[in-house]
Each structure stands twice: as structure tokens, then as C-alpha cells.
């Protein structure tokens, strides 16, 4: 595994590999002194195209933690914008001498294509509507260190499927570990062709939360953005809310000890009410925490990898 | 021009099977076939055309060249040069340059620098609205009577989208016989983002798509707006079954519609996306198999009557961008023939008289040019290529004689090579090469 760009590039085996690491890196950020020399001399870019501040934050801690030296790079707007190619964008960066790459971007895609032009080690931190390998990666642990195992838990991925690079990472990272996924949505935003999709992957599409909700062993919401009515995906938040939102009502459907993730930022209200949102089986929290662990141990394995092997 | 001949020289073109039938010579002289059979080589330059295939010349109703405006993509003379490479005697120049080509002089201009570059003839096809912007009807009239002499007009990049401009045009330019080249792409169900085939793919590589109906429903309007002003319209490059199954009903019904496809939506599909490589990236998009497999059907059986290029070629810098941000569009011109021949002659779906018929003709029928497309017969124009019909080519993309090289066919292998090309008895191009 040279870079991290989809969790196509994990077998189920490299999971567990990261994930063994995350744990240990997890006690780390309980320790009064936090730093490890691991990645001492290494220089990490977060090069994010796109607002960020959880994933951006979440890389830069984990990133310290390890010694390796970490430059945040931001730049809205994409690099058509300022005429530059986005190719011409990362030869760039990266000539200033770079080990790894931490990529945000708002195209599909993009991660795979600088991937192919640069030497650094890629890490796709969200491009596009296409993947989120990490946040996956840190849901799935976050969730077996509730549940154990997930070999046949019943998890339901609730919301905006179409426009979201955490569901399609978190689809095959779940049925990879053997998770009995099923991904709830109104028609409007589902992702086209996954009747198929879902046939050759081996997870299940419902349009009813209320009928999935009962059998539930996890359930993860994803955010809906509110501008989505404008193109017809939905008639309005209210609507939304009630069809397809995590509401007090549904939340008195679950079993106490039921996980409850979502990727963040919330919507409150929206798909997601507040009681659910701070639910004592709330993994919102503990999903940010991970996230640290889990990113310490995807940064560790790429770039001192070798000296683990 | 070339230097090697003029045009009042002798050429005795020696053994070259015509339409794939019986070899035979041909005396060209003064740019037209003079004679067939046995003749003469007294005073005659001979090109030995043993074992080749000899074609009227092609006729693309669907190039970009580029020029004016974007000279570091390709120019009217290296697009010309690829055209002729490519065994092409004529193309059609679409019209979203910069400026726009919806005037005379506009046209005028290109039409003038393709006479300049001399090696195919280059039509400029003429706008339909004033700055391509789909609202006032661009010169229409004033460019037909020009020098360029301009019959097929279109928005190609764009979709003539509103229906009352689409209905007047087509009503327009019955008075001088034009014909409306529309680019079927409905904006409302194709998002400003789009850049693939909407379905099964796009929703893994979560890339914006525009599903098949988007074009089916302009093509299913158009056709009925076609019937009802009792004109001509001619679908470019089509993409779906869908929009088969709508011209191959029109037909039926009697309206006057043609219809084109390109050689990349014979072959290539969506699948090809998953590395998000731009040089994938065309409008109309490549779609999934059960449409290349109908757009296949639909040229062999006549419904689609023409192949067309829609050589698109894009500066390196514009398809280094990610995948939603780069540019549209492939080079197709020196490529085409091979891929027809591997396609649709390699699956005995249409036989050489069959790829003269799609790929000179009929392209010369919709676009009115006279002298293009003939049959190989006494006193035709002397426009001819001449192909090796068992030739496997790797496509190199550095090999090209474009400026560009966003190839599709890179690495590619097809079956038959242009040997020569020639324009009114004067070769453009010998051993594959341009004079």
C-alpha cells in the first residue's frame, strides 16, 4: 500500500492492521505527554482545496503526535479558479519537498489522479462525492470497540447517499468486515445504478427508515444539506425531517445501547434531532477521537511502513 | 498544396480495389477520375496501390479546429493535416471558436485559411444563435450566401435549447437548404457539473452524470419540430438506444432527419472512467455497452447514416485538471477509419461499400457538398483514399500530426492503415505520410 485513496486499496487484513495500531495510538492521547518520535524528520501537507476543520485538525493532531513536521495549506475555490492546473498545483507543493500528501478536494477522483503525478505518499482526506477512506476507516473502529465484531451487525447508513463520500467509504468498509449494511435514502438521493451496486457488493437499499430502524445493531445518519430542495431532491427540511430524520420519536425505536454515528457537522433538527445528537449511545464524540488514532496509524503504516513490515 | 504534383499532373493509381471489389487502375487527371481499367502509365506518376482498398475520400461533418482562438490546440492547418492523415478530403469546422463563427466574415475567414492550408476542404460550419448563446438567431442567412458558402449550422458544444428558437431556425434555413446540427443535451437534466454518463459507474466513482434521457428527450422534441415546420434536422453524435429508437421511428413517420455517430461511442464505454482519467471525458459521455451495442445496429442498418469525428483537441494544461473540472472531448481524425474497420467491418457489420456510405456519402449528402463523396466513376472528383486493409496500427498519441494529444486510442491496436489520400487528383498524404 503505497497511498491511502479509496478502501479498495485495504484488504480486510490491512484493516486490522490499522486499526491494531489505532488502539495503541489511542492510549497515547490518554498519556500526559503525548509525543511520539515515529515520524521525527517526515513532512505531512495537508493540502485542502475545500473548508475543513475537523478532518484538517484531526490530521495535524495526529501528524504532531508522531514528530512528523505538519504545514496545513489551504486554498478555496478549486485551482481552475486561479488558472493554474491542479497538476501544476501539487508538482508544486510537492517540490518543496514533501513525504506525504494530505489531499481535500471537492472532485471526485482527484486524490487517484495527483496520485499518478506526484511521488509523495497520497492520502485522500475526502474527494469529491467519491471517498473518505479515513473516516471510515475510524467509523468501523469507533464501532467495534462498541459492538466487537461486526461480522453480521445489521447497520443502517441513513441520508443524502448520492452527494456523500462518506457512505460510499463507509459501504465497503463495512461489508468488508462483514457488517449486514443497509442504506436508507428517499429515491431522489440515491446514488444512480446502486440497485445493481448494492447487489454486487452485497448490501441492502431501503426507502423506509421506519422498517430498518427496529432491526438496527448501529445506525449512522449522514448530514443533509439544506440546499439540496433547491435541485429537487426534496421538498423541504421539514418534510426531510420526518421521513427520513433521526427524530426522539424513532430514537425510542432503538435499543439503548444502540450506536448512533454521524460523520458531522450536524444538522440538528434537520437529520438528526439534539436528544439523539447527545444520546448517552451518542459515538459522536468518541468518532472524533478515533479519528486521531486512526489517522496517527494510516500516517505511520504509509510513511514508516517499511520498517514495520 | 503540395509540391510533389499539381493538380493538371497524370497519376495512375495502380491495382487498387475499389469499394474492396476487383482491383483496377485509375488515371486521375486534371482532379478528376479520367478513366478506369486499364490505362496508361505514359506520362503518369503511378502509385502502386496493390492489396489496398481505394475509398471515395472521407467527409467529417464534425470537427473542432480550434482556429480562431485556440492556436495552441490545434490550428486549421494541423487539424487540415490531421484530416488528411486520417484519409479525409473534407471536413466540417464547428463553430464554437473564438470568435464565435456566426457571421460571413467569420466564416469567410476560416473557410479561407482551410483553401490556404490546402490539404483537405474545410467547410465552416456556422452557428445557430449569436454567440452560440441559444437566443438570437446568429447570421444564418448572410453566411449561406457567402464565400464559404455555409449549409449546416450549429450550437455543437451547446444544445439549442429553447424550443421557439430551435423551431424558427429550422424554419429559417429552408430558404437556402440549410440544415440544423443539434447537440441534444436537455441543460435542465444534464447539471452545470455533469461530466459523465449518469448511472451505475458515475454512482461508485461519485462523478456528476447526466443520464441517456437528457439527450433523448432534445432528439424525441426536435424530430417533431422537424415534422412540424416541414424542414431538416440532423442529430450529432448520437449516444444512447434511446435516441436510436426515436430517429428510427421518425424515419418511419417520413421526417426529414439524419443523424451521426462518433467513432469513440462505438467502442469506448463508461467504464473506462474509473481511473478518472480526463482523456475519458467527451460530451456526449461514453456510455455503458447496451448503447454502444445499439449505435452499432443503428449505423448498419442505416438508421444512423453518417460516422462523424468530433475531433476535439485540448491543450495538456486543460485535461490536467480533476476529472469534473477538465475539458471535453478526444481527437479522433486520424483514427476514425481505424476504428470503423475494426468495429464495424471487423464484425461484418457493414462491408466497404457500407464504410464509403457512412463515412464520405452520406456526410457529403447532409452537408450539401457537391463534389465530396462521389463514386469512384468517370468524371468524379478526384478525391480518393486509399487504405491497407490488414494493417495493425498502435496507436502512438506522440505520432500525431495534431497539436494535441488527448488520445483515446492510445495503446490501442485497430486493424487498417490510410495508405494515401488525395484531393482532386493531388496526394495530401503517401505512405501514410504527409506530402
Known amino acids: 500500500m503505497k497511498h491511502l485513496l479509496s478502501i479498495n486499496d485495504l484488504d480486510v487484513d490491512a484493516m486490522r492492521m490499522i486499526f491494531d495500531t489505532a488502539a495503541e495510538m489511542h492510549d497515547v492521547q490518554h498519556r500526559e505527554v503525548k509525543k511520539l518520535p515515529a515520524l521525527r524528520g517526515r513532512t505531512v501537507i495537508n493540502l485542502f482545496f475545500e473548508d475543513s476543520t475537523r478532518t484538517r485538525s484531526s490530521f495535524e493532531i495526529a501528524g504532531k503526535w508522531l514528530s512528523a513536521d505538519t504545514i496545513n495549506i489551504t486554498g478555496k475555490g478549486s485551482s481552475t479558479s486561479k488558472g493554474e492546473s491542479l497538476r501544476d498545483t501539487v508538482l508544486t507543493v510537492c517540490a518543496m519537498g514533501v513525504d506525504a500528501l494530505v489531499m481535500r478536494h471537492h472532485a471526485s477522483g482527484s486524490a487517484q489522479q495527483v496520485s499518478e503525478w506526484v511521488d509523495a505518499v497520497v492520502i485522500n482526506a475526502g474527494d469529491g462525492t467519491h471517498e473518505h477512506p479515513t473516516q471510515a476507516l475510524l467509523d468501523a473502529y469507533a464501532l467495534e470497540l462498541k459492538l466487537g465484531s461486526l461480522e453480521g451487525r445489521r447497520i443502517a447508513i441513513v441520508g443524502d447517499l448520492t452527494h456523500s463520500r462518506v457512505f460510499r467509504s463507509n459501504v ?59 435541485g429537487a431532491f426534496f421538498p423541504t427540511a421539514r418534510e426531510y425531517t420526518v421521513r427520513y430524520g433521526l427524530t426522539r420519536d424513532r430514537l425510542a425505536t432503538l435499543k439503548p445501547d444502540t450506536p448512533i454515528l454521524h460523520p458531522g457537522p450536524m444538522n440538528r433538527g434537520l437529520e438528526i434531532a439534539a436528544d439523539a445528537a447527545d444520546a448517552a449511545q451518542s459515538l459522536v464524540l468518541d468518532q472524533v477521537s478515533a479519528g486521531v488514532a486512526v489517522r496517527m496509524s494510516v500516517l505511520y503504516h504509509l510513511l514508516a511502513g517499511e520498517e514495520t513490515a | 498544396m503540395s509540391t510533389h504534383t499539381s493538380p493538371g499532373d497524370k497519376i495512375v493509381v495502380k491495382g487498387a480495389s475499389l469499394l474492396g471489389e476487383q482491383a483496377t487502375d485509375l488515371l486521375l487527371e486534371d482532379g478528376v477520375i479520367r478513366e478506369i481499367g486499364s490505362v496508361s502509365e505514359k506520362g503518369a506518376r503511378v502509385i502502386e496501390a496493390d492489396g489496398l482498398v481505394a475509398l471515395p475520400g472521407l467527409v467529417d461533418l464534425h470537427t473542432h479546429l480550434r482556429e480562431p482562438g485556440r492556436e495552441d490546440a490545434e490550428t486549421i492547418r494541423t487539424g487540415s493535416a490531421a484530416a488528411a492523415v486520417g484519409g479525409y478530403t473534407a471536413v466540417l469546422a464547428m463553430a464554437n471558436t473564438s470568435p464565435v463563427t456566426d457571421t460571413a466574415e467569420n466564416a469567410e475567414r476560416v473557410f479561407d485559411l482551410g483553401r490556404a492550408a490546402g490539404l483537405v476542404d474545410v467547410h465552416p460550419v456556422g452557428a445557430v444563435t449569436r454567440g452560440l448563446a441559444g437566443e438570437e438567431l446568429a ?61 451505475e459507474v458515475s454512482g461508485q466513482l461519485g462523478l456528476p452524470g447526466w443520464p441517456g434521457i437528457a439527450e433523448e428527450v432534445i432528439v424525441a422534441r426536435d424530430v417533431m419540430l422537424a415534422r412540424h415546420t416541414g424542414s431538416r434536422v440532423h442529430v450529432a453524435h448520437v449516444s444512447t438506444a434511446g435516441s436510436v429508437e426515436v430517429i428510427r421511428w421518425a424515419r418511419a413517420q417520413g421526417i426529414d432527419v439524419t443523424a451521426e455517430v462518433t467513432p469513440h461511442h462505438l467502442l469506448l464505454t463508461t467504464d473506462l472512467l474509473t481511473g478518472y482519467d480526463p482523456t475519458y471525458k467527451v460530451n456526449p459521455p461514453l456510455r455503458p455497452v447496451e448503447d454502444v451495442e445499439a449505435l452499432r445496429a443503428a449505423l448498419a442498418d442505416g438508421t444512423i447514416d453518417a460516422v462523424a469525428t468530433d475531433h476535439a483537441p485540448h491543450a495538456r494544461h486543460d485535461k490536467e485538471h480533476a476529472f469534473v473540472d477538465a475539458a471535453f472531448g478526444m481527437l479522433g481524425l486520424e483514427t476514425a477509419l481505424g476504428v470503423v474497420n475494426t468495429v464495424m467491418r471487423g464484425n461484418d457489420l457493414l462491408d466497404w461499400a457500407g464504410v464509403a456510405r457512412v463515412m464520405s456519402a452520406n456526410p457529403a449528402r447532409i452537408a450539401g457538398l457537391a463534389d465530396q463523396g462521389q463514386a469512384l466513376q468517370v468524371g468524379a472528383p478526384a478525391n480518393l483514399t486509399l487504405i491497407d486493409p490488414e494493417a495493425q ?18 495503446g490501442r491496436t485497430l486493424t487498417g492503415a490510410v495508405h494515401a489520400t488525395l484531393l482532386r487528383g493531388v496526394p495530401t498524404v503517401l505512405e501514410g505520410k504527409l506530402v
Open chain 2, 393 to 410: 496500427v498502435t496507436v502512438d498519441r506522440d505520432a500525431s500530426v495534431s497539436l494535441s494529444r488527448n488520445n483515446p486510442w492510445h
Open chain 1, 172 to 230: 465497503l468498509a463495512l461489508t468488508k468486515l462483514g457488517a449486514d449494511v443497509t442504506v436508507v435514502a428517499p429515491p431522489t438521493l440515491m446514488p444512480s445504478g446502486i440497485d445493481a451496486w448494492a447487489k454486487a457488493s452485497g448490501f441492502s437499499t431501503s426507502y423506509d427508515l421506519d422498517e430498518v430502524l427496529p432491526g438496527a445493531d448501529a445506525v449512522m445518519m449522514l448530514r443533509v444539506q439544506r440546499e439540496r430542495m433547491n
Open chain 2, 139 to 199: 447570421e444564418l442567412g448572410l453566411m449561406a450566401t457567402s464565400r464559404a458558402r455555409v449549409r449546416v449550422f450549429s450550437d455543437d458544444g451547446k444544445c439549442v435549447g429553447d424550443a421557439r428558437v430551435m423551431r424558427r431556425a429550422l424554419e429559417y434555413v429552408k430558404a437556402f437548404g440549410g440544415v440544423i446540427s443539434q447537440h441534444s443535451q436537455d441543460s435542465s437534466l444534464a447539471g452545470a457539473s455533469a461530466c459523465c454518463h449518469e448511472g
